[in-house]
Each structure stands twice: as structure tokens, then as C-alpha cells.
């Protein structure tokens, strides 16, 4: 069955550097997503991207974070200058069509360990 | 904004046994779709199961299956004849018209040997 990869799985980063979490969603998917989980709190929604765009993003997604379709294969989320507050498991996922009931496909995450 | 609340930290159960989770949701749209996803300490997310709000039968998924309320806006989990495997952090999941996930808190599940 097709999956969604994400690397590396854990990176370990001084704060203030920067750090590029990359993904590759299943290839005929068209929606993709990145969510952060804080150890020990709930999966939060940072981003959804569609089209090359961005559909919506949270208040947590702010200049601090970008994404990028940068060869029509890799999804990758960037944080330009990392905070400690940044450590956290991030899930990249994707789905296929536009309809509300089509499952995301999570990958296995990426924990990122700001230093 | 929608709101999904679990009100279960925690539950443990004997193996073989049933155990049934909680989910209550807020919204004020008609359609929409729900979602369970389990959370082993692998940390990868996996979907166990979905409802569409449309939908008076509740789904079942093998040993999974769901209690869904539309009225009291409740989305229970049970999970049946529960294994070691099972042990894990599940997270009721919301979707509607935004199409963004919005997740609870999570329960934590210990299937006891």
C-alpha cells in the first residue's frame, strides 16, 4: 500500500538554525498538509496546500514557517530560525481528492529536538 | 472553530476484552466527517475508522466499531475483543468545510495481558 515518507526522523538542531523537514506524499495525492505535535499535547493543523499554493494555515504557521512542492514529488516544511518552543513531532500527510470524507494519509513523523 | 473534546486521559482494559472511548464535537455544520486515528508509541498516525455525518449506520471496521449521535454530537470508539497491539493513543479527528483536521486531546489505551 502506498505511504507517505517523511526525513529524517529525528533531527536534532541548535536554535536559531534552520531546518527543512521533507516529505514525499503518495504520488497521485493533490492535498497536503504538515501538523505538529508538542510532546504530550494534542495534533495540531499548521498548514494545507493545494495547486502549488497554500490553502489555509493556523496562527502557529507564522513568517517563521514556509512550505514548498519544489519538484512535484517532495513536500518540504522549513523553519527559518528555530525556537526551543519548535520541538515537537511533525506529521506531514496527504489525500487524494478534495472531498472532506477522503482520509489524510499520515506519515511516520518527523521529532524535531531544538537545542 | 470547531472543537473535538475526549474526556478520557486515560483507559486500560484486560485483554480480550471491550473498551469504548469517548468523542464529543462542536460544530455548527451539517455535513461533515469523523475520524478515529490511533497513535502507537511508534508515533506514526494511523486511521482506524471514519463516519460520515451523513450517515445513520455506524461504521465498523473488524474488531472497531463506532457509536455515532448526530443529535448529542457524540462519536464513541469501541474497541472489541481488545489485543496487545491495540495499546496505543487514539485521537478523535473532525473535518468539514475548512478540510483541516482538527484532532482532541487523546486517550490513552493499556491493554493489559
Known amino acids: 500500500e502506498p505511504e507517505v515518507t517523511q526525513t529524517p526522523s529525528h533531527q536534532v538542531t541548535q536554535m536559531g538554525q534552520e531546518v527543512i523537514l521533507r516529505c514525499v506524499p503518495i504520488s497521485n495525492h493533490l492535498y497536503f498538509y504538515w501538523y505538529r505535535q508538542i510532546l504530550g499535547q494534542k495534533v495540531e493543523f499548521l498548514v494545507s496546500f493545494y495547486n502549488n499554493e497554500i490553502s489555509e494555515k493556523s496562527e502557529i504557521f507564522d513568517d517563521q514557517f514556509s512550505v514548498e512542492r519544489p519538484d512535484g514529488s517532495n513536500f518540504t516544511l522549513k523553519i527559518r530560525s528555530t525556537k526551543l518552543e519548535d520541538s515537537a513531532m511533525y506529521f506531514c500527510a496527504s489525500k487524494g481528492g478534495g472531498w472532506s470524507n477522503q482520509p489524510q494519509h499520515f506519515g511516520d513523523g518527523t521529532r524535531l529536538s531544538i537545542l | 472553530a470547531q472543537t473535538v473534546t475526549q474526556s478520557q486521559p486515560e483507559m486500560s482494559v484486560q485483554e480480550a476484552e471491550t473498551v469504548t472511548l469517548s468523542c464529543t464535537y462542536d460544530?455548527?455544520?451539517?455535513?461533515?466527517?469523523l475520524f478515529w486515528y490511533k497513535q502507537p508509541p511508534s508515533r506514526q498516525m494511523i486511521l482506524v475508522i471514519r463516519q460520515e455525518a451523513y450517515k445513520q449506520q455506524n461504521a465498523t471496521e473488524n474488531r472497531f466499531s463506532v457509536n455515532f449521535q448526530k443529535a448529542a454530537k457524540s462519536f464513541s470508539l469501541k474497541i472489541s475483543d481488545s489485543q496487545l497491539g491495540d495499546t496505543a493513543m487514539y485521537f478523535c479527528?473532525?473535518?468539514?468545510?475548512?478540510?483541516?483536521?482538527?484532532f482532541g486531546a487523546g486517550t490513552t489505551v493499556t491493554v493489559r495481558a
Open positions: 479527528a473532525f473535518i468539514g468545510n475548512d478540510y483541516k483536521l482538527s
Open positions: 460544530t455548527s455544520e451539517s455535513n461533515y466527517y
